[in-house]
C-alpha cells in the first residue's frame, strides 16, 4: 500500500501544530510576575553560578501565586 506514507504527512502536520499550539497557550498562561522572576533568576544563574540559589526561584514564585489569590479575593 503507497498510501500509507501519504498518511503520515497531514497526522505529522497535526502534531506539529498540536505542539505549537500548546506552547503558544503555556506562554500566554505566564503572568508578568512570573516572567520577571524568570528573567530574575537567569540572569543571577548566568552572572554568578557558584552563589545562585536554586531553591530561591520556586519560594519566589510561589509567593507570587499567592499573592495574586490574595488579590483575587479582594
Known amino acids: 500500500m503507497d498510501l500509507s506514507w501519504e498518511i503520515l504527512f497531514p497526522i505529522g502536520t497535526l502534531i506539529l501544530f498540536g505542539g505549537l499550539a500548546w506552547g503558544f497557550i503555556q506562554s500566554k498562561r ?20 557558584e ?7 520556586q519560594a519566589l514564585k510561589e509567593a ?3 499573592e495574586q489569590e490574595r488579590q483575587r479575593e479582594d
Open 30 to 49: 505566564v503572568s508578568k510576575r512570573e516572567q520577571e522572576i524568570t528573567e530574575t533568576a537567569t540572569h543571577e544563574m548566568y552572572e554568578h553560578p
Open 51 to 57: 552563589d545562585y540559589k536554586h531553591g530561591e526561584r
Open 64 to 66: 507570587s501565586k499567592r
